[in-house]
């Protein structure tokens, strides 16, 4: 699986949107940007994945860039319940599921 | 209501001990995982399985064994060969082990091992 960078920390303010970046300049042709939260001492949450498209669901959106180096998670409105480590992976069918997550960013929503 | 369990949510065992820590699953999910999370880091492959009596080691596998009998079931043993056991344990399955929409990963509570 290719590896991700993001950076390690983040602020947002209550209500306005929060923009994880994340790059993953390795990424094959075959793998799918997928992104997870977890709140504090809980099992990871899935949120958003995408190939190639930007992708949107109730709880985000996913931009990808077209060479598919870097995303970006948009949460259009960050709520103070948002405060997590947010994990950016990529998977593939070569690794047949195995997925490495990094060290992720601690985003902090501040009212 | 379908979900991921693992129990217990908290574990203290002796050192030298071995320790099994049980993940069951409903979901009707083939593949199953085991990842480590040490405090202030993201989570490491221990073990995976991607089909009933089949698993493969992860990057941590060292210390560790897993068993998967049944498709629902995939507990993890913690051996006294693994030097510093002391960790949060996570679980996780997925509808299939290879890739494509929706296959993402759904996780377990967690369990909190601390070995005294």
């Known amino acids: 699986d290719a590896k991700t960078t993001q950076p390690p920390s983040m602020d947002c303010a209550e209500g306005r949107a929060a923009n994880l970046p994340c790059n993953h300049s390795t990424i094959s042709g075959n793998e799918y940007v997928y992104w997870y939260r977890q709140i504090h001492s809980q099992g990871p949450q899935y949120i958003i994945h995408g190939l190639k498209n930007n992708e949107t669901n109730e709880m985000a959106s996913l931009i990808i860039t077209e060479d598919r180096k870097s995303s970006t998670l948009i949460l259009p409105h960050a709520t103070l319940r948002d405060t997590a480590v947010y994990y950016c992976i990529v998977r593939g069918y070569t690794n047949a599921g195995k997925s490495t997550f990094g060290d992720g960013t601690t985003l902090t929503v501040k009212p | 209501d379908g979900g991921i369990t693992q129990s217990p949510k908290y574990l203290f065992r002796k050192e030298g001990q071995n320790v099994t820590l049980s993940c069951e699953q409903n979901l009707n999910h083939d593949a199953m995982y085991w990842y480590r999370q040490d405090p202030g880091q993201g989570l490491r492959l221990i073990y995976y399985?991607?089909?009933?009596?089949?698993?493969q080691k992860g990057d941590i596998a060292e210390g560790y064994s897993v068993s998967r009998e049944k498709k629902e079931s995939f507990p993890l043993t913690v051996t006294s060969a693994q030097k510093n056991p002391t960790a949060f344990y996570l679980c996780?399955?997925?509808?299939?082990?290879?890739?494509?929409?929706?296959?993402?990963?759904?996780f377990g509570p967690g369990t909190r091992l601390t070995v005294l």
């Open positions: 996780a399955s997925s509808l299939t082990g290879g890739d494509g929409p929706y296959n993402e990963q759904f």
């Open positions: 399985s991607q089909i009933v009596n089949d698993f």
